[in-house]
């Protein structure tokens, strides 16, 4: 069983970072992120294998995010660069229990609450 908490979400202006973090109980293999907005489906951001040595990225978010990961602290990162309104949304943490760097929801048994990212223009 895992249960993922995430954090470091907040308001920030266009051009500003943030980084999430998403601490992890038990033993994830592949950890991920996704966001959504009200009214639309949960999309792919990034997705990161245990080794971190092999990373996914959604193609709206390639050369501005990126994710990693600390498995001494069984916790991921989403570094958020270079933000644009169009980023804000609930930011999820995912993961599952065996390797595969899934791009669907239906890819990830475990699922945080979200936190709330808000880029303001």
């Known amino acids: 069983q895992v249960q993922l908490v995430e954090s470091g979400g907040g308001l920030v202006q266009a051009g500003e970072s943030l980084r999430l973090s998403c601490a992890a109980s038990?033993?994830?293999?592949?950890m991920g992120w996704f966001r959504q907005v009200p009214g639309k489906v949960r999309e792919f951001v990034a997705t990161?294998?245990?080794?971190?040595?092999?990373?996914v990225y959604a193609d709206a978010v390639k050369g501005r995010f990126s994710i990693s990961r600390d498995n001494a602290k069984n916790t991921v990162y989403l570094q958020l660069d270079s933000l644009k309104p169009e980023d804000t949304a609930v930011y999820y943490c995912?993961?599952?229990?065996?390797?595969?760097?899934?791009?669907?929801?239906?890819?990830?048994?475990?699922w945080g609450q979200g936190t709330q990212v808000t880029v303001s223009s």
């Open positions: 995912a993961a599952r229990t065996s390797p595969f760097l899934g791009r669907y929801m239906s890819d990830y048994d475990y």
């Open positions: 038990g033993r994830p293999v592949t």
């Open positions: 990161i294998s245990r080794s971190a040595g092999s990373t």
